[in-house]
Each structure stands twice: as structure tokens, then as C-alpha cells.
């Protein structure tokens, strides 16, 4: 009777064994892919940043062609608005930058180590794109009370 039991309960330890082994491959699948989807990831958030940079320039440019408006958005919402999307766009900026260079780089070691560092950075980059959004939304408002 001991013997069944003993069967038994180590039988329920290889089944427990294989599944944590099963999910721990499916993490580790989860972040080769991670890893191997890097550097792309990187390259369009680069080009969005650039995008949201020519955009802000492109508003700065409308504003000092107008006197009027100029002078209308000194101080204003949509000034400090614009502030805060450039001190969120530039935070990402600073740390895509940093992350791209290895990324670009020749040797193909440091390129996955560097593509690993953005997968170990995501949750950075995810707080800063959600800072950067919001940032966006602010000033689309803000633009859409000015042009009312």
C-alpha cells in the first residue's frame, strides 16, 4: 500500500515538474522572440519620434509666422502643453538613442545583447511611451481650445 502511494506521489512530482519545465520554455520562447523583434521595435519608435519632433517644430514654426498667435500662446495651456510633450518626447529620445547604437553595432554578440537589454528595459520604455501619449493628448487638446 506505502509503495502505490509512493508511485503516486512521485508521479504527481514528474507531472508538476514537466508543466514548470513546459512554462518556462514558453518563456523563454516568449523572450528570444522578444529579443529578435528588438531592434525593429526600436527603429519605429525612433521614426515616430522623429515624426512627433517635425510635428512640434512644425507648430513652432506656425506660431512665430503669427505675431498674433505668438503673443495669444505665451503662458498659455497649450505652451506648457508643448513643454511637457518635448520633456516626455526627449526622455524617449535619450533612452532609444542609447539603446540603438548597440543595436546598430557590427558584431553580432552585442547586437543580441543589446537587443536583450531593450527586452529588459521594456517596462521602461512602456512607462515612458505611456507619458508620451498622454503628453500628446494634452497638447492635441489644448490645440483643438486654441484653433476653437
Known sequence: MAEIVGLVASGISITTLAVQIANSLAKLKSYWNDIIEAPED?????????????LLADIDKHQHRNPISSTVVKGT?????QEYCRRAASQLKELTDDLSTDINAQHKLKKRWASAKVVFKKDKIKKYKSRLKSAIRLLSLSYQCYTM
Open 42 to 54: 526600436i527603429t519605429l519608435l525612433i521614426e515616430e519620434l522623429d515624426g512627433l519632433y517635425d
Open 77 to 81: 495651456s497649450i505652451s506648457r502643453c
